[in-house]
């Protein structure tokens, strides 16, 4: 069946460092790939997506590049603010009739 | 503009009482989701509908019953079999069809506290 796998947190920075979040899958086909963020007391916001191999979805400064080959989806930042402290959830979905695989989330505290 | 509606944002329940939560989408979308998230933990999916009137339980709906009479609303019903109901619950809707699976628009929640 499909799955996600994220990267364990927290994961703490201090303002302006590098955010790496490891997200790898396991599906058939080409599904869609996503990252959420959900900031405390909210609801998940769609930050970026791919829907095909090498494409490079990008949003607020945050990247992650849909690689087939190693059936990734990483999340990078390269200068992170406090604002940025949230929960990142990777997803990923077959088709349109499918429903949306989350992996467990990954909450990220950045301190000034 | 579009979006999706939870209410209330805090709801409290005492023990043993039925609660009903909210949750409208003005984006015509065909598919709702109900997922419940505990602290510091992923989603669990507790029911989905796909179509109106079809509905379908999903990994943890033990407690829980749901309706689709209208596209627009899908709510959730936390009922007295539920044990442990304190959770934060997000609604979430997507288009089911197409060629381009898009993702899930989600509602801001309902913090449900039993007291």
């Known amino acids: 069946g499909n799955s996600v796998t994220q990267m364990e947190g927290p994961v703490t920075l201090s303002e302006e460092a590098f955010l790496t979040i490891n997200c790898t899958y396991t599906a058939t086909g080409y599904p869609s790939l996503f990252w959420y963020v959900q900031y405390p007391g909210e609801g998940l916001q769609l930050l970026l997506k791919a829907t095909k191999a090498d494409d490079k979805g990008s949003n607020k400064g945050f990247e992650a590049t849909y690689r087939k080959e190693t059936t990734s989806f990483h999340l990078e930042k390269g200068s992170v603010q406090v604002s940025d402290s949230a929960v990142y959830f990777c997803?990923?979905?077959?088709?349109?009739?499918?429903?949306?695989?989350f992996g467990g989330g990954t909450r990220v505290l950045v301190k000034p | 503009d579009g979006g999706i509606t939870q209410s209330p944002k805090y709801l409290f329940r005492k023990e043993g009482q039925n609660v009903t939560l909210s949750c409208e989408q003005n984006?015509?979308?065909?598919?709702m989701y109900w997922y419940r998230q505990d602290p510091g933990q992923g989603l669990r999916l507790i029911y989905y509908s796909q179509i109106v009137n079809d509905f379908q339980k999903g990994d943890i709906a033990e407690g829980y019953s749901v309706s689709r009479e209208k596209k627009e609303s899908f709510p959730l019903t936390v009922t007295s079999a539920q044990k442990n109901p304190t959770a934060f619950y997000l609604c979430?809707?997507?288009?089911?069809?197409?060629?381009?699976?898009?993702?899930?628009?989600f509602g801001s929640g309902t913090r449900l506290t039993v007291v």
């Open positions: 979430a809707s997507s288009i089911h069809s197409g060629e381009q699976p898009g993702g899930y628009t």
């Open positions: 984006l015509n979308h065909d598919a």
């Open positions: 997803a990923l979905r077959r088709a349109a009739g499918n429903k949306l695989t």
